[in-house]
């Protein structure tokens, strides 16, 4: 079960990045305008944020394992739609479909390992696996992206994922036994998952289109003040509904508040730092998507190689130490990436950062993931992982639209007031946006420090054996 769990998030996770290597090609074959292409990338991550919480509850209620196969098999048969698209628009609103499956997907794999593994020891180990799964698989996703782009065609980015649901969905229906949650009611809050996502898509197209319409200007403070509002109402619907979406006493308990916002922080910084690394090998150091894809290949071992780590000592150095530790080395790993130049070397200036930031990336996601969803019963682990899930990709979407805007505001300020060529005022944008990233990596060290208490932390579950040592 925990193979076939972690084989369908990890498609699922692949596809949040093995695009982006990809993305030069998919502009030029579908004449992406620069400002939408990412799109690309947030018309997935959104509709996945926005409809997890969803996906979390329906999986507890109707069956994990059937909204399990249900998500794959979506997901496959979008992934299919994408690679045969003909237009910019009919591959974006391909991408939310896709992102749809996953939104099923992701928190009924991850609620059936927490209902599975009972022991303490093995589910630490079980949530290591998952935690590397999830971690290595978005690194990965960039030189699986430059292999299939470079060698056959930025399509099989996504027509790879169908034979991937076909085995994932035969798999589970044979050897995954089906489980519900005992909530005494089979009703699901869908305004409340629509409220949320609406709310959500507003303020990302807000702030993508804050360049073209001004920050000040009566749209753009229109855009923001609605999702704005429709986020407030929908915290207002879950305080009142008899079956809410989300149990709004869940963030009661300090280690899963701590954990989803430490989360959205980081996936802000690493969703955003995955795209402009990107561009910045192939559009300023002409990479072909192969050797990009190549390139990117220490991201995914030194993640790997920091997940292992983080099982090893988290049971003497506790679970808030090991993640500030992870957070401050990927911090540093990404200011690194502030100061590349237009004619960078890999070694001196990619490499010397990718090993920080992918050993720290690795050292975080386990002791984060046990943050997130210890601490609640049985019946509560699909919202558990959904509102992990969640928080990993609304952060990636408003964190990348936040850091695309800051790059694309600085590039034509630079264009436009100074004599600055336009290579270096691109890599002057992307400055900006290394340096944003590693503040908000940053920010979610500190948030670990003073909102988590060693009373906090008793309820997460570590190896037996460690638990007299300190969280």
């Not at 916002?261 to 730092?273: D, E, K, Q, R």
């Not at 780590?309 to 401050?328: D, H, K, P, T």
């Not at 601490?375 to 992982?385: R, T, Y």
Request: glycine share 12%; aromatic share 8%; net charge positive.
């Amino acid at each position: 079960m925990l193979v076939i769990a972690c084989l369908a998030q990890f498609m699922v996770v692949l596809d949040n990045t093995v695009v982006n290597v990809a993305l030069p090609s998919v502009q030029r074959g579908l004449h992406f305008a620069p400002a939408n292409l990412q799109w690309v990338i947030n018309a997935y991550t959104l509709i996945f944020g926005g409809f997890l919480l969803l996906g979390g509850r329906a999986a507890d209620l109707l069956g994990r394992r059937r909204l399990f196969t249900l998500g794959v098999a979506l997901f496959a048969a979008a992934s299919m739609l994408n690679g045969l698209a003909q237009s910019s628009t009919m591959l974006i609103l391909g991408r939310g479909l896709q992102g749809l499956g996953g939104a099923l997907v992701s928190p009924a794999a991850l609620s059936i390992i927490m209902t599975t593994f009972q022991d303490n020891a093995e589910r630490t180990r079980a949530l290591g696996v998952w935690s590397a799964i999830a971690a290595g698989g978005a690194a990965f996703g960039l030189l699986v992206g430059g292999v299939l782009t470079d060698l056959v065609s930025w399509r099989w980015n996504f027509f790879v994922n169908v034979p991937i649901g076909i085995a994932t969905v035969m798999l589970a229906l044979r050897y995954v036994p089906e489980s519900h949650a005992d909530l005494g009611h089979r009703r699901f809050d869908a305004i409340g998952a629509t409220t949320v996502t609406a709310g959500l898509l507003a303020i990302v197209f807000g702030i993508v289109r804050a360049q073209a319409w001004g920050w000040g200007s009566a749209q753009t403070l229109a855009t923001l003040g609605g999702g704005a509002a429709l986020l407030a109402l929908f915290v207002l619907l879950e305080a009142r509904s008899a079956a809410p979406l989300v149990k709004l006493s869940i963030f009661r308990i300090r280690s899963i508040a701590t954990a989803n916002a430490v989360m959205m922080l980081v996936a802000s910084a690493l969703f955003g730092m995955f795209f402009f690394v990107s561009l910045y090998a192939q559009e300023i150091l002409q990479y072909s998507p192969l050797t990009a894809g190549f390139a990117f290949l220490p991201l995914s071992l030194g993640i790997i190689v920091g997940a292992g780590i983080a099982q090893a000592i988290i049971g003497r150095l506790g679970v808030r130490n090991v993640s500030v530790i992870g957070l401050v080395l990927a911090t540093a790993g990404v200011l690194l990436m502030a100061r590349v130049p237009v004619h960078g070397r890999y070694v001196t200036d990619l490499l010397v950062s990718f090993v920080p930031m992918s050993i720290g990336m690795g050292l975080v996601f386990v002791p984060l993931t046990l943050l997130a969803t210890s601490g609640v019963e049985n019946q509560d682990a699909g919202l558990a992982s959904g509102l992990f899930n969640s928080a990993q990709q609304v952060g990636g979407s408003l964190g990348l639209a936040i850091l695309a805007t800051l790059s694309v505001n600085r590039t034509t300020g630079l264009l436009q007031h100074s004599a600055t060529g336009r290579l270096a005022a691109t890599v002057a944008g992307y400055h900006l946006a290394f340096l944003a990233a590693a503040i908000m990596m940053g920010a979610g060290a500190v948030l670990l420090v003073l909102w988590l208490r060693r009373r906090h932390l008793e309820g997460v579950r570590l190896d037996p054996a460690a638990a007299a040592t300190p969280a």
